[in-house]
């Protein structure tokens, strides 16, 4: 096989048929704010530990909502939970709530994901 | 109301009097296509269309990767203006999707932004001393070969179908991003019911394949091509599409857009080679044509001479098939009158 320099990327696409959308369910009832995230980023802007450990809410609200578990524990124990995200959120999001509420879903129903 | 409903998804396409500028990557790609048209709409269709030998770049490309802005742009759209002004059309037509959709986002931008046009009017006087009018329509090629397609047909001398077993043959139709997706109002049938190169391929005995990925990017993308890192996502997109198209056993793609002829092209010689796999039953590839090639060879026009020679995916079997008469020996025929010899390249 010839070597072109670069290699065919693997496909990302997701079929929302059949991602694991039940903890982003249960997220939703447990936080009903979550619902009203437009993935505007300023949670992950205003962000102190983004500086120090690439922290990012949005990635972590977008890894549960897409049912992509793998690394969404190591994630969420990067946030220092100091709250900068939840006073600069245009629609009042609460993400600290949004946070623990993840981090608690993520023990109790998929312990095997929670492995740091 | 369905009629003024419908009324959005048409697009007025002049009858005469065309002002052509032709592609900067289409001319070295494939240099016959453009040759082809004029000679479609000027001998074929005896229609007046000016081949100006003073056009140049509409920065695209440079545009597209971010390394020309957008002043500078609109000023050199100006100046082709100005150049179709100075020749008395008021009809622009470019070769190129990327140009057409540039000119169409310009045009737009001075619509809402006269500040902008005076800007525009301001810079070239300044720097060529010349002055221009917005064209009255900007008008793809690819539009008029569509609007004169039943006058086409009568001249033909083949159609889209298998001459063994008078079937139509299984065409893939695809239709580059900035002609439909950039102003989907100055397209045929709008973004959603792109119909120019299917109603050519329907008209001219075809069947239209609607395939799962129909309607997605074929990869080039300007800066996913041009930085070397990106191009596995280039052809990744690419190869989405070719496994969607394969179980519908295509007999041939055709294209609208300079890049997406390339890439589609290209990129299945590409993907034989890095994983050993094509997307034709004979191992071949799926021939790859452009609309003007698709058209001269059904007017009867020696393969040769609109370049298909110059194609990664080999038409003959495509040839073979429609019953295309060509001859072998001429396939690399030069200017001189000699062969070329590829020996040593």
């Given at each position: 096989?010839?070597n072109?320099g670069f290699?065919?990327?693997?496909?990302r696409?997701?079929?929302?048929?059949?991602i694991q959308?039940?903890?982003?369910?249960?997220?939703?009832?447990?936080?009903?704010?979550a619902?009203?995230?437009?993935?505007?980023?300023a949670c992950a802007a205003?962000?102190?530990a983004?500086?120090?450990?690439?922290?990012n809410?949005r990635?972590c609200?977008?890894?549960m909502k897409r049912g992509?578990?793998?690394n969404?524990?190591k994630e969420?124990?990067?946030?220092?939970?100091?709250g900068?995200?939840?006073?600069v959120c245009?629609?009042?999001i609460?993400?600290?709530?949004i946070?623990?509420?993840?981090?608690?879903l993520?023990?109790e129903t998929?312990?095997?994901?929670?492995?740091? | 109301?369905?009629?003024?409903?419908w009324?959005?998804?048409?697009?007025?396409?002049p009858?005469n009097n065309?002002?052509?500028?032709?592609?900067?990557i289409?001319?070295?790609?494939?240099p016959g296509?453009?040759t082809?048209f004029l000679?479609?709409v000027?001998?074929?269709l005896?229609?007046?269309?000016?081949d100006?030998?003073n056009?140049?770049?509409?920065?695209?490309?440079g545009y597209?990767?971010d390394?020309?802005?957008?002043?500078t742009t609109?000023?050199i759209?100006a100046?082709?203006?100005?150049?179709?002004?100075e020749?008395?059309?008021?009809?622009?037509?470019?070769?190129c999707?990327t140009?057409f959709g540039?000119?169409?986002?310009?045009?737009e931008t001075?619509?809402?932004f006269p500040e902008?046009l005076?800007?525009?009017?301001d810079?070239l006087?300044?720097?060529?001393?010349?002055?221009f009018?917005i064209?009255?329509?900007?008008?793809?090629?690819?539009?008029?070969?569509?609007?004169f397609?039943?006058?086409?047909?009568?001249?033909m001398r083949?159609?889209i179908?298998?001459?063994?077993?008078?079937?139509?043959l299984?065409?893939v139709?695809h239709?580059?991003?900035h002609?439909s997706?950039?102003?989907?109002q100055?397209?045929i049938g709008?973004?959603e019911f792109p119909?120019?190169l299917?109603?050519?391929?329907e008209e001219?005995?075809?069947?239209?394949?609607?395939?799962p990925?129909?309607?997605?990017c074929?990869g080039f993308g300007?800066?996913h091509?041009?930085?070397?890192a990106?191009?596995?996502y280039s052809?990744?997109?690419?190869?989405?599409?070719?496994?969607?198209?394969e179980p519908?056993h295509?007999d041939?793609?055709?294209?609208?857009?300079p890049g997406?002829?390339?890439?589609?092209d290209r990129w299945?010689y590409?993907?034989?080679?890095?994983e050993g796999?094509?997307?034709?039953?004979?191992?071949?590839?799926?021939?790859v044509?452009?609309?003007?090639?698709m058209?001269?060879?059904?007017?009867?026009?020696?393969p040769w001479?609109?370049g298909?020679?110059l194609h990664?995916?080999?038409?003959?079997?495509l040839?073979?098939?429609?019953?295309i008469?060509?001859?072998?020996?001429?396939?690399?025929l030069g200017?001189?009158g000699?062969?070329?010899?590829?020996?040593?390249f």
């Amino acid at each position: 096989m010839k070597n072109f320099g670069f290699k065919i990327s693997a496909s990302r696409q997701l079929d929302m048929d059949t991602i694991q959308s039940d903890l982003y369910e249960k997220l939703i009832q447990l936080e009903p704010t979550a619902k009203r995230c437009l993935m505007c980023g300023a949670c992950a802007a205003t962000c102190t530990a983004a500086e120090i450990n690439g922290f990012n809410f949005r990635y972590c609200h977008l890894l549960m909502k897409r049912g992509i578990l793998d690394n969404l524990a190591k994630e969420l124990s990067k946030c220092m939970l100091c709250g900068k995200c939840y006073m600069v959120c245009p629609r009042e999001i609460n993400t600290r709530s949004i946070i623990l509420k993840m981090k608690a879903l993520m023990t109790e129903t998929t312990p095997k994901h929670y492995s740091l | 109301m369905e009629r003024k409903f419908w009324k959005n998804y048409q697009k007025d396409i002049p009858d005469n009097n065309y002002y052509y500028e032709r592609s900067c990557i289409r001319q070295s790609f494939f240099p016959g296509s453009e040759t082809t048209f004029l000679r479609i709409v000027g001998d074929v269709l005896g229609k007046q269309i000016e081949d100006d030998q003073n056009l140049h770049t509409c920065t695209g490309i440079g545009y597209h990767a971010d390394v020309v802005p957008f002043e500078t742009t609109q000023t050199i759209i100006a100046r082709l203006f100005s150049l179709m002004s100075e020749k008395g059309y008021r009809n622009f037509v470019p070769s190129c999707v990327t140009s057409f959709g540039l000119l169409n986002e310009v045009v737009e931008t001075w619509k809402h932004f006269p500040e902008e046009l005076q800007q525009t009017r301001d810079f070239l006087k300044q720097a060529t001393g010349r002055e221009f009018e917005i064209p009255e329509y900007i008008t793809h090629p690819c539009d008029i070969i569509y609007k004169f397609r039943k006058e086409l047909k009568e001249k033909m001398r083949f159609q889209i179908v298998n001459q063994k077993t008078g079937e139509p043959l299984r065409v893939v139709e695809h239709i580059g991003c900035h002609y439909s997706k950039v102003f989907p109002q100055a397209v045929i049938g709008s973004a959603e019911f792109p119909q120019v190169l299917a109603g050519m391929v329907e008209e001219w005995g075809g069947q239209v394949i609607d395939y799962p990925e129909r309607r997605h990017c074929c990869g080039f993308g300007f800066r996913h091509y041009l930085i070397m890192a990106n191009r596995g996502y280039s052809i990744a997109n690419s190869r989405k599409k070719f496994e969607s198209m394969e179980p519908y056993h295509p007999d041939f793609i055709v294209t609208n857009c300079p890049g997406c002829t390339m890439f589609l092209d290209r990129w299945q010689y590409t993907i034989k080679e890095m994983e050993g796999k094509t997307y034709d039953k004979q191992g071949n590839g799926i021939p790859v044509l452009t609309y003007e090639e698709m058209t001269g060879l059904l007017l009867g026009f020696n393969p040769w001479d609109l370049g298909l020679q110059l194609h990664q995916i080999s038409a003959e079997p495509l040839l073979d098939k429609i019953g295309i008469p060509y001859d072998k020996e001429q396939k690399y025929l030069g200017k001189s009158g000699k062969i070329i010899d590829f020996k040593g390249f």
